[in-house]
């Protein structure tokens, strides 16, 4: 059974910086799509990064901001978030495409602080 498990959930001020884990048990790791998600009080679910093979794409409003990486050896997805901003408050889910299934972990609670 896939499992996702995030963690670094904290409370920051603007322009800090926090970094999320994800821990994931399934096979064939390094070439599964990982995904960071992030749904605010009030939002819908958006996509904030992902990553496949050598490849990652980011939503325009955290560019130059959170940079996702992963340790294939460690089946874990990161997601580094600098300069962060009370809008980037959020619960923020991982998320993995595995065989045309998506997977989600339960999430994690980021607060900035302005």
């Known amino acids: 059974q896939v499992q996702l498990v995030e963690s670094g959930r904290g409370l920051v001020q603007a322009g800090g910086s926090l970094r999320l884990s994800c821990a994931a048990s399934?096979?064939?790791?390094?070439?599964?799509?990982i995904a960071w998600y992030r749904q605010a009080p009030g939002k819908q679910r958006e996509l904030v990064a992902a990553?496949?093979?050598?490849?990652?794409n980011y939503v325009d409003s955290v560019k130059g901001r959170f940079t996702i990486s992963r340790d294939n050896a460690k089946n874990t997805v990161y997601l580094q978030m600098t300069s962060l901003k009370p809008e980037d408050t959020a619960v923020y889910y991982c998320?993995?495409?595995?065989?045309?299934?998506?997977?989600w972990g339960k999430g994690t609670l980021v607060t900035v602080s302005s």
């Open positions: 998320n993995a495409l595995y065989y045309s299934l998506n997977y």
């Open positions: 399934l096979n064939s790791f390094s070439l599964t799509t």
């Open positions: 990553s496949r093979g050598g490849t990652t």
